[in-house]
């Protein structure tokens, strides 16, 4: 028996308890009490109330099982949450996402690179540069000037501890610092500038400039002191390198990824797409063409390789229509290569580690201090839940993941934890 939403016999309850859905069975345990409560009052009157108070009550729940999951140590389980963001206002339509980060608040950052079709254009308006949704996925704030902002696409997004929002681009040589509201603070770098040999992205690739930048991709921050780490390079044949500052902008030390010396040939060009810093000043960078993280001190000594194996589920032909290369200009399985992106949960251990695998479309898991490999969601395609090129990650302090995707993606989706497996 089912009233306004709620599932009436108790013998229900104890059914999803045995089951590993904690959400589900403690919506199913409040609407059974609210059930028993107000079974014999006038039910037209009450069930608005009782609507509004079970709904309430659920988000509060899977907020505290969400939490109390990532602290027991179970590997979460992950289902898209269709309604996350709300529809956007005044025909607003975004491009490929060019990053996502989140704030102090749970506020989430959306950077949309604004290349849309002539029939979006047609039929929409092109949505602002930087759109800040609250949790609810409702629209609160967006900004960006042209005239301010860095040339070419956005590439990446990070809000510092004290609510700054930072961000790089791939078609320029800087990194700019934005009050949360859209105010320029800092910007390292001159707009048009990039560290080759003339300036241009026709020049050749310095890898060594203090105050500038060759399509830089990602950035993080110390949780200890506050440097900032930059992975600067998100094409081959440009700046391979993580670069380091200090958090009013001046540079501290920058380091090229590793190789052993049997790593050698095209498989194994120096590319750096990402940068993320642990509670334990371990910093990962994607290592993408060799499909795998490298982990490294603050200093830039190696520590180890994590591999993120790429599965070729389909046997095809690489020649004729409808083959287009991969980054790397190869039309061969796995030519995109798969870490392009690495978060942490939010709990006080950092448990575990989500990894954007972008040739198989899904976001892996791992355990964060052994960098095994324990599950992951999502598959490629086109409906909710699915990905195609996903490529950015960020996390709440509640748990929910974000995932951001490029190419003809265009869309940001909403991961909640329901269960553990």
């Known amino acids: 028996m089912k009233e306004h939403g709620c599932v009436g016999p108790r013998v229900a309850v104890g059914h999803a308890l045995a089951g590993v859905d904690l959400v589900l069975a403690g919506q199913l345990a409040i609407c059974a009490l609210w059930h028993e409560g107000v079974m014999n009052i006038n039910r037209k009157r009450n069930s608005f109330l009782m609507t ?6 659920t988000l509060v729940l899977q907020i505290i099982c969400s939490q109390t999951l990532q602290a027991q140590g179970g590997t979460p389980k992950y289902e898209v949450d269709p309604s996350w963001p709300r529809p956007l ?43 800040e949704f609250d949790l609810a996925g409702n629209v609160v704030n967006s900004w960006g000037d042209p005239d301010v902002l860095g040339l070419g696409s956005f590439h990446s997004c990070m809000v510092d501890r004290e609510n700054n ?45 203090h105050s500038a930048f060759f399509r830089p991709s990602g950035i993080a921050f110390d949780p200890k002191n506050g440097d900032v780490y930059i992975s600067d390079g998100e094409y081959l044949d440009g700046n391979h390198r993580v ?47 060799a499909h795998r993280l490298q982990v490294f001190d603050r200093l830039g000594n190696f520590k180890k ?34 870490a392009v992106s690495v978060s942490f949960s939010r709990d006080q251990e950092q448990k575990f580690m989500f990894v954007s695998n972008e040739d198989d479309e899904q976001v892996e898991i791992l355990d964060r201090a052994s960098g095994r490999i324990l599950s992951s969601f999502g598959r490629v395609g086109h409906q909710v839940g699915e990905f195609t090129h996903l490529h950015h990650t960020a996390i709440d302090s509640k748990g929910n993941i974000y995932v951001g995707e490029v190419g003809v993606g265009e869309r940001v989706q909403k991961f909640r934890i329901v269960g553990s497996q």
């Open 52 to 57: 509004v108070v079970c709904t309430a009550l």
């Open 89 to 131: 206002p005044d025909k607003w339509v975004t491009g490929s996402i060019g990053g996502i980060c989140v704030d102090n608040q749970d506020h989430v950052f959306l950077l949309n690179r604004h290349n849309l079709t002539d029939n979006e254009l047609d039929a929409g308006h092109q949505a602002p540069p930087v759109i």
């Open 165 to 209: 929002v930072w961000l790089t681009y791939v078609g320029d040589g800087i990194l700019q610092k934005y009050s949360h509201t859209g105010k320029l603070l800092l910007q390292i770098g001159k707009k048009g500038v990039v560290d080759s040999s003339d300036g241009t992205f026709k020049g050749k690739a310095l890898n060594s400039s």
């Open 243 to 289: 670069a380091v500052f200090d958090p009013n902008g001046q540079f501290l030390r920058q380091w090229e990824p590793h190789r052993a010396e049997n790593e050698t040939g095209d498989a194994w060009r120096v590319l750096v797409v990402c940068v993320a810093v642990d509670i334990d000043g371990n910093v990962y960078t994607c290592d993408r063409p």
């Open 305 to 338: 390789n994590i591999p993120i194996p790429f599965e070729q589920r389909t046997e095809y032909t690489t020649t004729g229509p409808g083959h287009t290369p991969g980054a790397w200009g190869l039309v061969v399985p796995g030519a995109w290569g798969t």
